[in-house]
């Protein structure tokens, strides 16, 4: 089975957090940002926000998985609505989200989200515990853990 590296998730939220930084603080110092992306106070606040999130989400990868699944829905439904008939004019006047920032929305939501649905938590490992009683139970912990005995027959003490 391949494994996706620990660290792309990171990366992922990493870069995600950033374009939203940049986005929010052009979109209140120079509209409109990235040359094409119109923004008002209301989107910039709320991309500088979530950019910030995201730059420290992506210290851990379950916190970066998690950003990753928010804003992926957050930015798929944002871009939706835009590129969706009727909601089109309605999203332009409360976020100004144009049709092309509304498409790029989609793309980068549905990355995100994609993202942090594909690659796995954490792979878990299940041992057979016995007990002093002389029952037996099932534990499921992670696949590396320090208290796991090397020792044949000995269950590890989680």
Known sequence: MTTIPNTFIRRLALTVGILLSINGIWGLLL???????DANLLQ???????????VRASRRRRSARGY????GITMLSIGGLGIAPGFGPLMFLVMEVN????????????A??????????LPAVIRLRTYDTGSYGVV???????????????????
């Open 44 to 54: 910039a606040m709320l991309a500088l926000v979530g950019g910030a999130v995201g």
């Open 140 to 158: 499921v912990g992670p696949s590396r853990s320090s208290s796991m005995s090397s020792r044949l027959g000995h269950a590890s003490p989680l």
């Open 31 to 37: 509209p409109p940002a990235f040359f094409f992306f």
């Open 99 to 110: 049709p092309v920032h509304a498409v790029a929305l989609v793309f980068l939501g549905g």
């Open 112 to 121: 995100a989200l994609l993202a942090s649905v594909v690659i796995p938590v």
């Open 68 to 71: 990753c699944m928010v804003s």
